[in-house]
């Protein structure tokens, strides 16, 4: 069974404030993926990553960073975060590149609280 | 506009009941798949079906590519199928861009 553990579960930040979420896969899958998911919009993709120590945008990259220091590690960093990134974030990895005869495979979710 | 459209946006079924959850979808697309998300938790996927009907179980996934459409039947229905059904298509081609539709939230009571 493919596995992707992220951390923290859940985190409550101040505005301005820095927030770190972290991802690790023990799939040897290429792919991972930060999605945030919000009432009404489904998820919806952030960055990217299809090999270590490389990044893409997604449809809404603006006020969040990547990284990818090794290919089981993939990060999401908020530098300034803000209200409107209050929402649930899920971390996927696959083999190829999503939606293919490979299926992606979930984190169980961190849900950001910013006040 | 929303690329994937998903009817009903919620459900409420007594268990023994069937269900038909639609996507609709905006762009000619590669390839779609149906995920179930548990209350409060992940996401797993329920179908890969690009074109065709799949089935597994109680569960029939149908899709039609030239009318840009997919259908999710659930039959005979159990308080353990509550939660929320999403479909996601995968956009033509230049990168992987994976859209998903805002789902249906469904709930089965005993």
């Known amino acids: 069974e493919a596995a992707v553990t992220q951390s923290p579960r859940s985190k409550v930040a101040v505005t301005g404030g820095k927030v770190t979420l972290s991802c690790h896969q023990t799939?040897?899958?290429?792919?991972m993926y930060w999605y945030r998911q919000d009432t009404g919009h489904g998820l919806r993709l952030i960055h990217y990553?299809?090999?270590?120590?490389?990044?893409e945008k997604g449809d809404i990259p603006d006020g969040y960073k990547a990284s990818r220091p090794s290919q089981e590690n993939f990060s999401l960093i908020l530098e300034l975060a803000s209200l409107s990134q209050t929402a649930v974030y899920f971390c996927a990895s696959s083999v190829g590149t999503g939606v293919s005869a490979e299926t992606l495979y979930f984190g169980s979710g961190t849900r950001l609280t910013v006040l | 506009g929303q690329q994937v459209q998903q009817s009903p946006a919620s459900l409420v079924l007594q268990e023994g009941e069937n269900a038909e959850l639609q996507c609709n979808f905006s762009?000619?697309?590669?390839?779609m798949q149906w995920f179930y998300q548990r209350p409060g938790g992940s996401l797993v996927s329920l179908f890969y079906?690009?074109?065709g009907t799949k089935q597994s179980g109680r569960l029939t996934s149908t899709t039609v590519i030239k009318e840009r459409r997919s259908s999710l039947h659930i039959s005979s229905s159990q308080t353990t199928d509550s939660g929320t059904y999403l479909c996601?298509?995968?956009?033509?081609?230049?990168?992987?861009?994976?859209?998903f539709g805002s789902g249906t939230r469904l709930l089965v009571s005993p």
């Open positions: 990553s299809y090999v270590a120590d490389s990044t």
């Open positions: 799939n040897n899958h290429d792919y």
């Open positions: 996601a298509m995968e956009r033509g081609t230049g990168g992987y861009k994976v859209v």
């Open positions: 079906n690009p074109s």
């Open positions: 762009t000619s697309l590669n390839s």
